[in-house]
């Protein structure tokens, strides 16, 4: 049986993220690691899909502890909301969401934002990175600069999220997003979760490396599917629990 043509896309796309975006991720590894040293939190944001890879970074086994992850389901989770409205796929292009979402995550001065989306459009993204640079929070975003650019994109008008970060890491997918046409006009074979997830681990394996080089250890959650795991991390819980609010099972 001939190999499935995404198992090409998907090595291409690591080999062009490894050749490609390791000096960004480096520079974004650095922001992490002073804010963690500096007691601080990594806020991670976005939604839709781009929630796979903030999900990817926090409360996860082997992942770094002071991770928050906001969504906009924080918005019934932690602030009472009607659950109705979220559920329409393009609630993410609705004004005043991000400031709602910010307020309740009380991030701290010094913490970093990681906002992901592909498109980079949406008022979701745009208004939350607008709203952590006013702030003076350093922006990382994890974008498709294909897509942002792209002549087709739903809109061209800016900003975008690349428009506002201070580091920029490219998720090469490309516009659309989906890498893998079958027949005439229908595409498959979505990138962005895939490189998305490379980035994110690319990423905390970095951040960790610094932190050691530092003589500090590495706030690192164990999987709670160890017979240890749960005495291990319930330190780390206490150590960020009114920084980082728990993600539903």
Request: aromatic share 4%.
């Amino acid at each position: 049986m001939p190999e499935p043509a995404y198992a090409n896309i998907a090595r291409t796309a690591l080999e062009q993220i490894l050749a490609t975006q390791l000096g960004a991720i480096e520079s974004a590894a650095t922001l992490v690691a002073d804010a963690i040293a500096a007691d601080g939190v990594l806020q991670a944001y976005g939604t839709g899909h781009s929630r796979i890879v903030t999900l990817e970074l926090a409360a996860r086994a082997g992942g770094l502890a002071p991770v928050g992850m906001l969504a906009v389901k924080d918005l019934v989770m932690f602030g009472g909301a009607d659950p109705g409205p979220i559920l329409d796929p393009t609630y993410e292009r609705e004004s005043g969401l991000a400031e709602r979402i910010y307020k309740l995550a009380e991030p701290s001065t010094q913490d970093p934002f990681l906002i992901v989306s592909n498109s980079g459009i949406n008022a979701a993204i745009i208004e939350m990175a607008t709203l952590a640079r006013e702030r003076e929070h350093p922006i990382i975003a994890v974008t498709s600069l294909t897509h942002t650019r792209s002549a087709g994109a739903r809109t061209t008008q800016g900003p975008h999220l690349a428009d506002l970060a201070d580091v920029v890491i490219d998720n090469l997918a490309p516009a659309g997003d989906a890498a893998l046409e079958i027949s005439p006009g229908v595409r498959i074979g979505a990138i962005s979760s895939f490189t998305g997830v490379l980035i994110a681990q690319l990423l905390t394996e970095l951040v960790c490396r610094r932190l050691l080089d530092r003589g500090i250890d590495p706030p690192v959650h164990t999987s709670a599917n160890l017979a240890w795991g749960d005495a291990r991390n319930a330190a780390l819980q206490e150590r960020y629990r009114d920084r980082v609010r728990p993600i539903e099972p």
